[in-house]
Protein backbone atom coordinates (compact mmCIF):
# COMPACT_ATOMS: atom_id res chain seq x y z
CA UNK A 1 0.00 0.00 0.00
CA UNK A 2 2.85 2.64 0.47
CA UNK A 3 4.93 1.97 -2.48
CA UNK A 4 1.62 2.08 -4.13
CA UNK A 5 0.95 5.16 -2.67
CA UNK A 6 4.49 6.86 -3.43
CA UNK A 7 3.94 5.86 -6.86
CA UNK A 8 0.69 7.94 -7.34
CA UNK A 9 2.47 10.90 -5.44
CA UNK A 10 5.25 10.71 -7.43
CA UNK A 11 2.91 11.55 -10.64
CA UNK A 12 0.71 13.54 -8.80
CA UNK A 13 2.92 15.94 -7.83
CA UNK A 14 3.55 18.11 -10.73
CA UNK A 15 0.04 19.04 -9.91
CA UNK A 16 0.24 19.15 -6.59
CA UNK A 17 3.02 21.44 -6.19
CA UNK A 18 0.90 23.63 -8.53
CA UNK A 19 -2.40 23.50 -6.35
CA UNK A 20 -0.26 24.79 -3.50
CA UNK A 21 1.11 27.71 -5.81
CA UNK A 22 -2.61 28.98 -6.66
CA UNK A 23 -3.70 28.57 -2.90
CA UNK A 24 -0.66 30.05 -1.65
CA UNK A 25 -2.03 33.36 -0.85
CA UNK A 26 -5.65 31.90 0.29
CA UNK A 27 -6.73 30.64 3.11
CA UNK A 28 -7.35 27.03 1.46
CA UNK A 29 -5.49 23.93 2.12
CA UNK A 30 -5.23 20.90 -1.07
CA UNK A 31 -5.24 17.35 -0.05
CA UNK A 32 -4.70 14.09 -1.66
CA UNK A 33 -6.44 11.27 0.03
CA UNK A 34 -6.65 7.69 -1.01
CA UNK A 35 -9.97 5.80 -1.28
CA UNK A 36 -9.49 4.58 2.58
CA UNK A 37 -9.44 8.07 3.70
CA UNK A 38 -5.97 7.85 4.40
CA UNK A 39 -4.28 11.67 3.48
CA UNK A 40 -1.10 11.21 1.04
CA UNK A 41 -0.51 14.61 0.70
CA UNK A 42 -1.50 18.21 2.43
CA UNK A 43 -0.50 21.75 1.61
CA UNK A 44 2.14 22.86 4.23
CA UNK A 45 0.30 24.42 7.40
CA UNK A 46 -0.26 28.07 7.65
CA UNK A 47 -1.87 30.25 10.18
CA UNK A 48 -4.65 31.74 7.44
CA UNK A 49 -5.82 28.06 7.29
CA UNK A 50 -6.56 27.85 10.84
CA UNK A 51 -6.47 25.32 13.83
CA UNK A 52 -8.96 22.49 12.19
CA UNK A 53 -7.09 22.39 8.87
CA UNK A 54 -3.60 22.46 10.38
CA UNK A 55 -4.42 20.02 12.88
CA UNK A 56 -6.61 17.59 11.35
CA UNK A 57 -5.12 17.25 7.78
CA UNK A 58 -1.48 15.93 8.23
CA UNK A 59 -0.14 13.66 5.86
CA UNK A 60 -1.24 10.13 7.54
CA UNK A 61 -4.38 11.42 9.11
CA UNK A 62 -7.61 9.50 8.20
CA UNK A 63 -11.00 10.61 6.91
CA UNK A 64 -12.73 7.67 7.25
CA UNK A 65 -16.43 8.00 7.27
CA UNK A 66 -16.56 6.26 10.65
CA UNK A 67 -14.22 8.84 11.89
CA UNK A 68 -15.27 12.03 9.97
CA UNK A 69 -18.78 11.68 8.95
CA UNK A 70 -19.93 12.73 5.39
CA UNK A 71 -16.73 14.34 3.37
CA UNK A 72 -16.27 15.25 0.28
CA UNK A 73 -13.16 13.07 -0.35
CA UNK A 74 -15.32 10.45 0.76
CA UNK A 75 -18.25 11.05 -1.33
CA UNK A 76 -15.96 11.09 -4.07
CA UNK A 77 -14.47 8.00 -3.49
CA UNK A 78 -17.77 6.33 -3.02
CA UNK A 79 -19.69 7.72 -6.14
CA UNK A 80 -16.66 8.74 -8.19
CA UNK A 81 -17.79 11.72 -8.96
CA UNK A 82 -16.89 15.57 -8.29
CA UNK A 83 -18.44 16.24 -4.94
CA UNK A 84 -19.20 19.79 -2.68
CA UNK A 85 -20.18 19.75 0.83
CA UNK A 86 -20.93 23.35 2.72
CA UNK A 87 -20.92 24.16 5.95
CA UNK A 88 -23.58 22.77 7.62
CA UNK A 89 -24.48 19.41 5.35
CA UNK A 90 -21.16 17.99 7.61
CA UNK A 91 -22.47 15.12 9.60
CA UNK A 92 -20.10 16.20 12.88
CA UNK A 93 -20.34 19.80 14.50
CA UNK A 94 -16.76 19.83 14.26
CA UNK A 95 -16.88 20.34 10.65
CA UNK A 96 -19.68 22.68 10.06
CA UNK A 97 -17.70 25.62 9.69
CA UNK A 98 -15.52 23.77 6.70
CA UNK A 99 -16.23 23.98 2.87
CA UNK A 100 -15.11 21.39 0.29
CA UNK A 101 -14.51 20.72 -3.07
CA UNK A 102 -13.39 17.22 -3.89
CA UNK A 103 -12.73 15.21 -7.64
CA UNK A 104 -11.71 11.69 -8.46
CA UNK A 105 -8.41 10.01 -10.07
CA UNK A 106 -9.65 7.15 -11.92
CA UNK A 107 -7.76 4.14 -13.28
CA UNK A 108 -8.33 3.06 -17.04
CA UNK A 109 -11.39 1.07 -15.87
CA UNK A 110 -13.00 3.88 -14.19
CA UNK A 111 -11.89 2.60 -10.39
CA UNK A 112 -11.14 5.43 -7.70
CA UNK A 113 -7.44 5.78 -7.12
CA UNK A 114 -7.32 8.77 -5.22
CA UNK A 115 -9.41 12.09 -4.68
CA UNK A 116 -7.92 15.52 -4.51
CA UNK A 117 -9.30 17.82 -2.09
CA UNK A 118 -9.33 21.90 -1.17
CA UNK A 119 -10.96 22.92 2.12
CA UNK A 120 -11.47 26.50 3.53
CA UNK A 121 -12.23 26.57 7.03
CA UNK A 122 -14.47 29.42 8.42
CA UNK A 123 -15.64 31.13 5.00
CA UNK A 124 -17.01 30.57 2.36
CA UNK A 125 -14.86 29.64 -0.92
CA UNK A 126 -13.74 33.23 -2.56
CA UNK A 127 -13.03 31.31 -6.04
CA UNK A 128 -14.71 28.50 -7.92
CA UNK A 129 -13.15 25.76 -5.83
CA UNK A 130 -14.68 23.01 -8.07
CA UNK A 131 -13.75 23.71 -10.97
CA UNK A 132 -10.11 24.82 -9.40
CA UNK A 133 -9.71 20.87 -8.36
CA UNK A 134 -11.47 19.39 -11.29
CA UNK A 135 -8.89 20.52 -13.44
CA UNK A 136 -6.06 19.87 -11.20
CA UNK A 137 -7.44 16.04 -11.01
CA UNK A 138 -7.84 15.94 -14.52
CA UNK A 139 -4.69 16.51 -15.31
CA UNK A 140 -3.33 13.97 -12.92
CA UNK A 141 -5.92 11.31 -14.33
CA UNK A 142 -4.23 11.91 -17.68
CA UNK A 143 -0.48 11.58 -16.13
CA UNK A 144 -1.94 8.25 -14.77
CA UNK A 145 -3.82 6.74 -18.31
CA UNK A 146 -0.77 7.59 -20.53
CA UNK A 147 1.50 5.64 -17.38
CA UNK A 148 -1.10 2.47 -16.68
CA UNK A 149 -1.95 1.53 -20.21
CA UNK A 150 0.11 -0.16 -22.35
CA UNK A 151 -0.44 1.60 -26.17
CA UNK A 152 1.68 2.33 -28.79
CA UNK A 153 0.58 5.85 -29.58
CA UNK A 154 -1.24 8.29 -27.45
CA UNK A 155 -3.95 10.44 -29.35
CA UNK A 156 -4.64 13.87 -28.00
CA UNK A 157 -7.72 15.70 -29.65
CA UNK A 158 -10.65 18.20 -29.37
CA UNK A 159 -12.90 20.30 -31.60
CA UNK A 160 -10.79 23.45 -30.80
CA UNK A 161 -7.05 22.80 -31.71
CA UNK A 162 -6.95 25.50 -29.15
CA UNK A 163 -8.04 22.93 -26.17
CA UNK A 164 -5.50 20.23 -27.01
CA UNK A 165 -2.83 20.04 -24.19
CA UNK A 166 -5.03 21.09 -21.92
CA UNK A 167 -7.13 19.90 -19.14
CA UNK A 168 -10.02 20.12 -21.79
CA UNK A 169 -8.59 17.83 -24.43
CA UNK A 170 -9.38 14.13 -24.99
CA UNK A 171 -6.92 11.62 -24.81
CA UNK A 172 -7.12 8.37 -25.86
CA UNK A 173 -3.82 5.44 -25.86
CA UNK A 174 -3.95 2.96 -28.78
CA UNK A 175 -2.20 -0.52 -29.13
CA UNK A 176 0.32 -1.63 -32.19
CA UNK A 177 -3.06 -3.69 -32.94
CA UNK A 178 -5.16 -0.75 -33.43
CA UNK A 179 -7.05 -1.47 -30.25
CA UNK A 180 -7.93 1.46 -27.75
CA UNK A 181 -6.44 0.95 -24.64
CA UNK A 182 -8.04 3.47 -22.59
CA UNK A 183 -9.64 7.15 -23.08
CA UNK A 184 -9.98 10.02 -20.66
CA UNK A 185 -13.31 11.10 -19.48
CA UNK A 186 -13.34 14.42 -21.64
CA UNK A 187 -12.54 11.75 -24.81
CA UNK A 188 -15.12 9.80 -23.97
CA UNK A 189 -17.71 12.65 -22.97
CA UNK A 190 -16.65 14.20 -26.49
CA UNK A 191 -17.12 11.28 -28.52
CA UNK A 192 -20.39 9.95 -26.70
CA UNK A 193 -19.00 6.89 -25.26
CA UNK A 194 -18.68 5.18 -21.49
CA UNK A 195 -15.09 5.65 -20.71
CA UNK A 196 -15.01 1.88 -19.50
CA UNK A 197 -16.69 0.94 -23.17
CA UNK A 198 -14.36 3.05 -25.25
CA UNK A 199 -11.31 0.69 -24.30
CA UNK A 200 -11.50 -2.23 -26.54
CA UNK A 201 -12.56 -0.61 -29.55
CA UNK A 202 -10.75 -0.44 -33.07
CA UNK A 203 -9.47 3.10 -33.46
CA UNK A 204 -10.57 3.34 -36.82
CA UNK A 205 -14.63 2.97 -35.42
CA UNK A 206 -13.98 5.88 -33.34
CA UNK A 207 -11.39 8.49 -34.67
CA UNK A 208 -12.41 7.31 -38.39
CA UNK A 209 -8.24 6.89 -39.21
CA UNK A 210 -6.51 3.26 -39.00
CA UNK A 211 -3.45 2.81 -37.15
CA UNK A 212 -1.15 3.23 -39.46
CA UNK A 213 -2.70 6.66 -40.60
CA UNK A 214 -2.28 7.80 -37.18
CA UNK A 215 0.92 6.62 -37.24
CA UNK A 216 2.08 8.78 -39.98
CA UNK A 217 0.86 11.75 -38.17
CA UNK A 218 3.47 10.97 -35.66
CA UNK A 219 6.18 14.08 -35.66
CA UNK A 220 4.31 16.03 -37.43
CA UNK A 221 4.56 18.99 -34.34
CA UNK A 222 1.31 20.54 -35.96
CA UNK A 223 -2.07 19.12 -35.01
CA UNK A 224 -4.26 17.46 -38.17
CA UNK A 225 -8.11 17.36 -38.56
CA UNK A 226 -9.74 13.94 -39.37
CA UNK A 227 -13.26 13.46 -39.80
CA UNK A 228 -14.92 11.08 -37.04
CA UNK A 229 -16.93 8.22 -38.05
CA UNK A 230 -20.59 10.49 -36.93
CA UNK A 231 -19.06 13.49 -39.44
CA UNK A 232 -18.09 15.88 -36.80
CA UNK A 233 -14.39 17.23 -37.56
CA UNK A 234 -11.59 16.42 -35.02
CA UNK A 235 -8.10 17.98 -34.70
CA UNK A 236 -5.93 15.92 -33.25
CA UNK A 237 -1.64 14.95 -32.13
CA UNK A 238 -0.73 11.93 -32.19
CA UNK A 239 2.79 11.25 -30.26
CA UNK A 240 4.49 7.63 -29.73
CA UNK A 241 4.04 6.30 -26.02
CA UNK A 242 6.89 7.38 -24.00
CA UNK A 243 9.48 4.12 -23.66
CA UNK A 244 9.62 2.60 -20.48
CA UNK A 245 6.96 4.81 -19.18
CA UNK A 246 4.11 1.61 -19.00
CA UNK A 247 3.25 0.46 -15.76
CA UNK A 248 0.64 -1.95 -14.78
CA UNK A 249 -2.54 -0.24 -12.83
CA UNK A 250 -2.13 1.94 -9.69
CA UNK A 251 -3.59 -0.59 -7.43
CA UNK A 252 -0.85 -3.03 -8.10
CA UNK A 253 2.48 -1.18 -8.54
CA UNK A 254 5.23 -1.18 -7.18
CA UNK A 255 7.36 1.91 -6.21
CA UNK A 256 10.11 2.45 -8.69
CA UNK A 257 13.56 3.58 -7.15
CA UNK A 258 13.23 6.36 -9.54
CA UNK A 259 11.02 8.91 -9.75
CA UNK A 260 8.75 7.82 -13.47
CA UNK A 261 10.19 9.85 -16.86
CA UNK A 262 7.81 12.94 -17.48
CA UNK A 263 9.58 14.28 -20.05
CA UNK A 264 10.12 12.75 -24.25
CA UNK A 265 11.13 9.32 -24.81
CA UNK A 266 14.15 7.92 -24.06
CA UNK A 267 16.62 8.21 -27.44
CA UNK A 268 17.40 5.08 -28.89
CA UNK A 269 20.70 3.85 -28.99
CA UNK A 270 21.33 1.32 -31.98
CA UNK A 271 24.19 -1.50 -31.16
CA UNK A 272 24.57 -1.60 -34.80
CA UNK A 273 23.12 0.65 -37.83
CA UNK A 274 21.00 -0.13 -39.96
CA UNK A 275 21.90 -0.62 -43.60
CA UNK A 276 20.13 1.09 -46.87
CA UNK A 277 17.89 -1.57 -47.84
CA UNK A 278 16.35 -2.42 -44.04
CA UNK A 279 15.77 1.63 -43.87
CA UNK A 280 13.72 0.92 -46.96
CA UNK A 281 11.79 -1.99 -45.67
CA UNK A 282 10.87 0.56 -42.53
CA UNK A 283 9.73 2.57 -44.90
CA UNK A 284 7.66 0.45 -46.47
CA UNK A 285 6.22 -0.53 -43.16
CA UNK A 286 5.28 2.32 -42.30
CA UNK A 287 3.16 2.79 -45.47
CA UNK A 288 1.34 -0.29 -44.27
CA UNK A 289 2.97 -2.50 -47.00
CA UNK A 290 2.67 -5.98 -46.59
CA UNK A 291 5.86 -8.39 -46.94
CA UNK A 292 4.83 -9.44 -50.46
CA UNK A 293 4.08 -6.04 -51.29
CA UNK A 294 7.48 -5.16 -50.14
CA UNK A 295 8.99 -7.99 -52.04
CA UNK A 296 7.83 -6.65 -55.25
CA UNK A 297 8.53 -2.90 -54.63
CA UNK A 298 11.76 -3.67 -53.66
CA UNK A 299 12.17 -6.59 -56.85
CA UNK A 300 13.33 -8.98 -53.98
CA UNK A 301 11.90 -12.26 -52.86
CA UNK A 302 9.65 -12.67 -49.70
CA UNK A 303 12.21 -14.75 -47.49
CA UNK A 304 15.04 -11.93 -48.35
CA UNK A 305 12.15 -9.22 -46.74
CA UNK A 306 11.78 -11.37 -44.00
CA UNK A 307 15.36 -11.73 -43.51
CA UNK A 308 15.32 -7.62 -43.17
CA UNK A 309 12.54 -7.78 -40.98
CA UNK A 310 14.06 -10.64 -38.72
CA UNK A 311 17.60 -7.98 -38.65
CA UNK A 312 15.17 -5.07 -38.17
CA UNK A 313 14.10 -6.57 -35.03
CA UNK A 314 17.12 -7.39 -33.44
CA UNK A 315 18.54 -3.95 -34.02
CA UNK A 316 15.84 -1.97 -32.98
CA UNK A 317 14.95 -4.01 -30.04
CA UNK A 318 11.32 -4.52 -31.28
CA UNK A 319 8.92 -7.65 -31.45
CA UNK A 320 6.51 -6.78 -34.19
CA UNK A 321 6.34 -4.43 -37.51
CA UNK A 322 4.50 -1.43 -35.80
CA UNK A 323 7.42 -2.09 -32.32
CA UNK A 324 9.50 -1.79 -35.19
CA UNK A 325 8.29 1.00 -36.77
CA UNK A 326 7.55 2.71 -33.40
CA UNK A 327 11.20 2.50 -32.38
CA UNK A 328 12.46 3.98 -35.76
CA UNK A 329 10.40 6.95 -35.58
CA UNK A 330 11.40 7.60 -32.14
CA UNK A 331 14.99 7.42 -33.17
CA UNK A 332 14.47 9.77 -35.70
CA UNK A 333 15.21 6.69 -38.69
CA UNK A 334 12.20 7.49 -40.67
Sequence with gaps: MMERNRTLL????????????????????????????????????????????????????????????????????????????????????????????????????????????????????????????????TAIENRLLVAQGDPCLVVRFHIQPSLLNTAYEGMLGVNERGVIAWINDAGAQLLRLKQSAGSGLMVEEVLGMTLHGLLGRVGHGSPGITLAPGGMRLWLDV????????????????????????????PLVLGEPLTGKEVRVLRLLADGHSDMAIADKLCVSIHTVRSHLRNLYFKLDAHSRMQAVLAARRAGII
Design 10 to 137: EFAQPELDQLDLILAGTPCKAMLVDPDGTILHASPPQHRHGELLNKGTRAGSTLREQLAGTTAPMLSAVTGCSTTVLYGEHFYDMLLHLHCAAAPLRDQHGQVLAVLDVSVDGQPFSFDASTVVRLAA
Design 239 to 266: QCAPIGHNKPPLPMVAASADPPDRGASK
